[in-house]
């Protein structure tokens, strides 16, 4: 009963095993079969003679011969060092003997006799060997062989080998000839000792099947036949394949996954201190889930994490504004201002087209449109910039209004930068009149490309040795006799705010907070459209803004100006304030009319026959009485003085030309020189085509409406 109960736990346990627990062919003793192919020499023989075979006097030496044999086998591990095998083994054993003797044939002639013994006998037997492994995955082999030697039988004959033509006393060369015979007293068991090396090469994983490549050597312990000194010795070569019967089963694949389970408290604090995590003890729990697929591991990790954070401040914005007026008195009630007039203004158009460094593809600072029919001048702003940015729109749609014009295309090159290169002059003509071609239509013939060799630098260049300087060498100009083609591009009457009272606003955060804060925001709107954004870091200061008339030309009696503060916190807090100042526009009785002038080369006041002609068409009519003001400009390049010195001499010019030409009685004024501020409508000193154009003369008229 004991027994009984020992079966039935095992047979309870081991049916519970776990599938997914990996078994190793190590951890098992296994049970092999499995078959063995050799192939080998067979050495026979000692010195011998067969007592029932018809041979004279001399005995046989040896023999060596080949042969394949199989065998069958089974083999079990005592431990993984240590393991026993049993094979039944079929060994052909087959010899060739040969033995020559001296004679005296008749004539006393000497003569040489050949005895051949042909063996053939099969070893079927067991063999029983211990296998021992000395190095992984050598294996050492020693046991013995016993079995039976069957089928014995023999040939034997006696040749005549010399002379040559001679003859044994039967008339023939061969005698003693004895066929197919049997091998008489062989001896049974026959026993040989073997030993050798074998190699395991696993096939699987869990060794199910095992490649065994051997070398064995079976040496003889016994005769073959009794009494007689006849004993065989093998050496083979081969390999044995075995399969196992008890290998362990492969294991399910096995997956692992991590999950994780955190739980979080949260507690506030200061809105100052830093957001942390603190992290939780940790729990670990594994569960197991088994498919006929697979086994899935899930590690879950449980944790409760405390999260430090720091609360939202809360700010409070507040803007107040006051109006300074130009007593710097400050006002806490008050109305902006603005006094409007009626202008009309004729915007310079410079025929001139620059070009980047070594570049022959037109800049993206010029408008280019895909097709004419997009093009109106009447939505070109009034700015002398925004008018240079259309110059090829405005020269295309002139072309085509005035199918007689022509112009004449002359490209330049820097002479410092681009060693005044004429084919990169030509090709940005080329690229100039290829516009002009492809977009406006304008017959190709009625645009010429100037000729040049040698040095294609300006014929006045600027001789500023600055990147100023050399920009507005690299350029296309666009010279024509038809001066409709380049004159002003005239805008028609807008209105324009002149004055603004007060000129100054007074912005005061108080009341708004000041711990917390990183940094705020100002911006004054008309309506949905920005006018001004002042913006900064830390904390609100008292600040002071300018009005100035080009900043408030959106505003209007219905469209009032709005500040709106926006102070920004820690952790993404804000806070914000509105407040709305009224707004009055009266429009003066006075009309202004404008030609801004840019004809002027650099360091030039000489007034070209094209600048004449502009400033004859536009003072003519001028009424009697009406306000002429004369204002000179330059760039901001150099001395300061000579540029005062030029802009006078500009105006100077100017002024001299109108009193020529006027014969009424007017008010003219040609002292207002700027040399430290850029001209209406530049916006900075930057590109070339920028300084061109503050290299001019804007003349004013005031007249009544």
């Known amino acids: 009963m004991k027994l009984l109960c020992i079966v039935l736990c095992f047979g309870v346990i081991t049916s519970q095993a776990q599938p997914w627990v990996e078994v190793s062919p190590n951890d098992v ?7 063995s192919v050799h192939g080998g020499i067979v050495s026979q023989g000692s010195d011998f003679t067969l007592p029932f075979a018809p041979t004279c006097c001399t005995a046989y030496g040896s023999s060596l011969t080949g042969t394949l044999g199989i065998s069958a086998s089974l083999r079990q591990e005592l431990s993984k060092a240590i393991r026993l095998q049993a094979r ?22 000497d003569g040489v006799t050949r005895h051949t013994l042909e063996t053939s006998l099969t070893f079927l037997g067991a063999e029983l060997l211990a296998d021992v492994k000395v190095a992984k ?8 062989s016993i079995g039976s030697m069957v089928g014995g039988e023999f040939d034997q004959r006696e040749t005549l080998i010399m002379p040559g033509l001679g003859t044994f006393e039967n008339g023939m060369r061969v005698r003693n000839e004895t066929r197919d015979a049997a091998l008489q007293s062989m001896i049974s068991p026959a026993v040989m000792l073997t030993g050798g090396l074998a190699f395991d090469i696993p096939m699987s994983a869990n060794h199910d099947v095992v490649l065994s490549p051997e070398i064995l050597l079976n040496m003889g312990i016994t005769d073959v036949v009794e009494s007689v000194s006849w004993r065989a010795n093998i050496a083979r070569v081969g390999a044995s394949v075995s399969f196992a019967l008890n290998a362990p089963e492969p294991p399910l694949p096995i997956k692992r996954r991590t999950q994780e389970f955190i739980d979080t408290v949260v507690i506030t604090t200061a809105p100052d201190q830093p957001l942390r995590t603190i992290a939780g003890a940790e729990t670990m729990v594994t569960d197991t889930a088994v498919t006929n697929e697979e086994v899935i591991f899930t590690s879950k ?12 401040p809360e700010l409070v914005a507040a803007i107040h504004a006051r109006g300074r007026d130009a007593g710097g008195t400050e006002h806490n009630t008050f109305t902006i ?11 310079p158009l410079l025929p001139v087209v620059f070009f980047e460094s070594q570049a022959v593809t037109l800049s993206s600072r010029y408008h280019q449109v895909q097709n004419s029919a997009s093009f109106s001048v009447d939505h070109i702003p009034p700015t002398t910039t925004a008018v240079h940015r259309e110059v090829l729109n405005i020269i295309g749609s002139r072309l085509n209004s005035n199918p007689t014009a022509t112009i004449t295309l002359r490209g330049t090159a820097d002479p410092t930068t681009e060693a005044g290169n004429c084919s990169l002059a030509r090709d940005r003509a080329q690229a100039v009149r290829d516009y002009l071609v492809q977009v406006w239509k304008v017959d190709p013939n009625r645009i010429h490309i100037a000729e040049t060799s040698g040095n294609c630098a300006p014929a006045r260049a600027t001789r500023e040795q600055s990147e100023y300087g050399y920009s507005e060498n690299r350029r296309v100009e666009i010279e024509t006799s038809d001066l409709t083609v380049i004159e002003p591009v005239a805008k028609r009457k807008f209105s324009e705010t002149r004055t603004v009272d007060p000129p100054l606003l007074v912005l005061d955060p108080s009341g708004s907070s000041t711990r917390y804060v ?6 004054g709107m008309a309506g949905a459209d920005p006018l001004f954004t002042i913006d900064s870091a830390g904390s609100s200061l008292q600040i002071v803004h300018a009005l100035t008339p080009g900043s408030v030309e959106k505003l209007s009696d219905s ?20 407040v709305v100042l009224p707004v009055q526009r009266d429009t003066l009785e006075d009309e202004l009319q404008r030609l801004t002038l840019t004809l002027f080369d650099v360091s030039s006041d000489e007034l070209t026959n094209t600048a004449l002609q502009q400033i004859r068409t536009f003072v003519k009519g001028i009424p009697s009485g009406s306000k002429v003001v004369v204002r000179g400009f330059t760039d901001l390049l150099g001395n300061a003085d000579f540029n005062r010195q030029l802009a006078q001499r500009r105006a100077g010019a100017v002024c001299s030309e109108i009193q020529r030409i006027m014969k009424t009685r007017i008010i003219l004024e040609c002292t207002e020189i700027s040399t430290d501020k850029r001209p209406p409508g530049i916006e900075s000193n930057q590109t070339p085509e920028e300084r061109f154009l503050s290299r001019t003369v804007q003349i004013e008229v005031t007249k009544k409406r």
């Open 29 to 35: 003793l296994l049970t092999q079969i499995g078959f």
């Open 88 to 109: 039944v083994t079929y060994l052909p054993m087959n010899g060739t003997f040969d033995s020559d003797e001296s004679i005296l044939v008749s004539g006393n002639v």
């Open 137 to 144: 995955p050598v294996r050492v082999l020693l046991g013995a």
């Open 301 to 312: 990790l449980y944790r409760t994490d405390t999260i430090v954070q720091p609360q939202k």
């Open 337 to 347: 201002r603005l006094s409007t007039q009626f202008v009309s203004e004729a915007l």
């Open 518 to 523: 990183t940094g705020w925001t100002i911006r």
């Open 559 to 578: 469209t009032p100006l709005m500040l709106e503060y926006t102070i920004r916190g820690i952790q993404n807090s804000r806070a914000a304030a509105t």
